[in-house]
């Protein structure tokens, strides 16, 4: 394949958009059928018969021992024989990279079955006597072929094909190549391509397939009957209006496709759909559904595997294709296919293209859940995937943990959320991309499922998806993921506490998919709106213990004051009335992620008030009795320790307005909205303690 500088230097703008399409790329087939030029392009250039070859198919036996074994007819005299000169009638030799197009291999791309071409790939490290019977079929089973046969009958050059086959039902004749091929091989066995030379001229030389142009035509029309019998279709064409190129012409119903769409054989996703009439729900003219067809390296070079599922994010610019975006084009995609770093496309991507036009580049962005070998499910289809959405939720991310007042702290008290350099999403990473890309980005924070069994209705990838198109992730699907993976922690014996750095990710994660620059959250519930909207953590926006203390204020108050009215869904609103009791959820998590964290460190308590009560045990129906008996267990404290002030007053008589006062029973928050708030506030009630990094490296600066 040519390099992105070779293109450059081969193609003129002119000859260059001679064979690009006339119209905008609009639908997966155009992005396709441009990917299949491109490659064509890049491979065995222009003309007739390029786009039916496959010269990648054999590229790992370029230039290596014994890889081309061919079988040499003389045609030039009044019976067509073997050759008698000094190279002999069976020559085996190195498939070296000038004899690519020459030998004009066009792989079958079945496992069983010849090629199209009379050049044929042998199986991996074939035995000799195996080798043998493929040589002697270049004679006796491609010439008769029923489609090479109606070929011959047309060409002026079928007269040559005809005398192979004639050649091949002599059995002298092929007990000498079977013979030679041993001979030439010494009982060694090898990986080859097996051809033919033939020699049409006393005066000329051995010619090869790819110098005959009535092989060429048979092998062009024998992979053309496959675009229209595939799946026991008889002929599956008829003209139409091509939807690649808008031209009437001849189209077919069966082809070949790298994604499997609209294939005769998916009658479960095209129900009634008859096979023969194939080509009428999806009509491609020939040329257009081999060039698709083409498109298959690139495409593969675009796609990725995660949570079981084939991502496929695959670039194009907008509008009608130009020569200067068709090099910008191959350029990404050569290096796509040609790379071995492990870097998914969308980094790959990112990293190389100049982003001075980003505007102007476009991925088409789906994933697929394959079922049988051609029967697939497509999640999350978008033609308008944007470059820079995963870029960008990667950098905000790193922002909300590492700058912002939510994650960080200037006081001698800690920050509202911990931060755990052994949590991904709780400490910035120059991995960020990787991990949004590949889906690790959810995997940490979702239900957890077993990728084997993966299905498509998998929220997992609908997140993914979602986040590399630009489109919206529901509010209410990641509510009941992130409670049901709380919920698991806390019932998993490997975790002996609350799982508040699960937590925190989760909130990390909630915070960045709603800034308002991305968008990446929605809902129909007016409820659960304020959710959706960027909070308001500015870089350490809480004021200095000093400070709050001289001016007669309490720095645990201020902190939870201040996480409060900078977090829309906790926010008094008198528009968002859900708000308040989300707001008593999260005060009564804080008031028992503090008595817990007071019951381990001051009681030495191995069962706490967060082990009383898990997130599965809150209810709107159970909430205010959870909170009476909180507040209970809070003043039991305090008189023990004969303190005239409550402890954790500041929660306690912010619980008293939002819980007690008005009545539970009449709430209309959801449960795991209701779960999830309460979940946060225990993590943040359990990390609200003096900051002990803080204090440290203020006293050894003292000393």
């Not at 905008?24 to 007739?48: A, H, W």
């Not at 009428?280 to 595997?305: G, K, L, Q, W």
């Not at 404290?637 to 500041?650: A, D, K, Q, S, V």
Request: glycine letters at 6%.
């Amino acid at each position: 394949m040519l390099s992105p500088e070779a293109f450059r230097e081969k193609y003129d703008d002119e000859e260059l958009e001679a064979e690009l399409p006339d119209s905008p790329v609009s639908t997966l087939r155009s992005i396709q059928y441009l990917y299949g030029k491109l490659y064509t392009l890049g491979t065995l250039g222009g003309g007739q018969y390029a786009p039916y070859l496959t010269p990648d198919s054999a590229e790992d036996l370029v230039d290596t021992e014994d890889s081309l074994i061919v079988v040499r007819v003389d045609l030039s005299g009044d019976e067509p024989t073997l050759a008698d000169d000094d190279r002999g009638p069976v020559w085996v030799t190195r498939y070296s990279e000038d004899l690519v197009e020459k030998v004009s291999h066009c792989k079958y791309p079945a496992a069983r079955g010849i090629d199209h071409s009379i050049t044929h790939q042998a199986g991996r490290n074939s035995d000799p006597e195996k080798l043998a019977r493929y040589a002697k079929e270049r004679v006796t089973k491609w010439p008769v072929d029923d489609v090479v046969q109606t070929a011959a009958e047309e060409h002026d050059d079928g007269w040559i094909i005809n005398a192979l086959g004639d050649l091949g039902d002599k059995e002298d004749v092929l007990d000498r190549i079977e013979e030679n091929v041993e001979t030439a091989l010494g009982g060694e066995s090898t990986t080859a391509l097996l051809t033919a030379q033939v020699k049409i001229n006393s005066n000329g030389g051995y010619r090869w397939p790819g110098e005959i142009d009535g092989f060429l035509e048979a092998m062009r029309q024998r992979k053309l009957s496959k675009l229209v019998t595939k799946n026991k279709a008889d002929d599956s064409s008829g003209k139409a209006t091509d939807l690649v190129t808008g031209r009437d012409t001849r189209t077919v119903g069966t082809a070949e496709d790298p994604q499997n769409y609209f294939l005769g054989k998916q009658l479960e996703k095209f129900p009634g759909l008859d096979i023969e009439e194939a080509w009428r729900s999806h009509p491609i003219s020939e040329d257009a559904a081999v060039t698709v067809m083409n498109a298959d390296s690139f495409v593969e070079a675009c796609t990725y595997r995660t949570f079981g599922a084939k991502v496929y994010y695959l670039p194009y610019f907008r509008g009608r294709p130009t020569a200067d975006h068709a090099r910008e084009l191959y350029d990404l995609l050569y290096r796509a296919a040609t790379s071995e770093e492990d870097m998914t496309p969308v980094e790959r991507a990112y990293s190389e293209f100049k982003l001075t036009r980003e505007h102007e580049l476009r991925f088409y962005v789906s994933a697929v859940m394959p079922h049988q070998m051609s029967r697939y499910d497509v999640l999350g289809e978008t033609l308008n995937g944007r470059l820079l959405y995963p870029k960008m939720l990667a950098e905000k991310h790193n922002r909300i943990v590492d700058l912002t007042a939510a994650f960080t702290s200037e006081t001698e008290w800690s920050s509202p959320m911990p931060t755990n350099d052994s949590w991904d999403l709780l400490v910035g990473s120059n991995e960020r991309l990787h991990s949004v890309s590949t889906g690790w980005y959810f995997h940490q924070t979702f239900a957890e499922r077993d990728d084997a069994e993966a299905n498509s209705d998998d929220p997992r990838i609908e997140a993914l998806v979602a986040v590399l198109s630009g489109d919206s992730i529901a509010v209410e699907t990641l509510l009941e993921e992130y409670v049901e993976r709380i919920d698991a922690d806390e019932s998993d014996d490997a975790f002996d506490s609350f799982p508040s750095f699960r937590v925190a990710s989760q909130f990390a994660q909630l915070c960045v998919l709603a800034d308002d620059d991305l968008d990446l959250l929605t809902t129909t519930d007016p409820g659960k709106e304020p959710i959706t909207n960027e909070s308001d953590y500015e870089v350490h926006t809480m004021e200095t213990a000093e400070k709050i203390l001289a001016d007669g204020g309490d720095t645990t108050a201020e902190k939870l004051e201040t996480f409060i009215e900078d977090t829309p869904a906790l926010a008094y609103d008198p528009e968002a009335p859900i708000n308040d009791q989300r707001r008593g959820a999260f005060l009564l998590g804080v008031l028992i992620g503090e008595v817990g964290a007071y019951q381990n460190y001051s009681e030495n308590r191995s069962t706490t008030l967060i082990d009383q009560y898990p997130v599965k045990s809150i209810t709107s129906a159970r909430i205010k009795k959870i909170t009476q008996e909180a507040i209970g267990t809070t003043i039991t404290y305090t008189r023990g320790e004969n303190r005239t002030i409550t402890l954790f007053e500041h929660v306690v008589d912010r619980l008293r307005d939002t819980i007690l006062r008005p009545d539970p029973d009449d709430w209309e928050i959801e449960t795991d909205d209701l779960r999830f708030y309460y979940s946060l506030g225990v993590t943040y009630g359990m990390n609200d303690h003096p900051d002990w990094d803080q204090l440290e490296t203020d006293t050894t600066e003292e000393l």
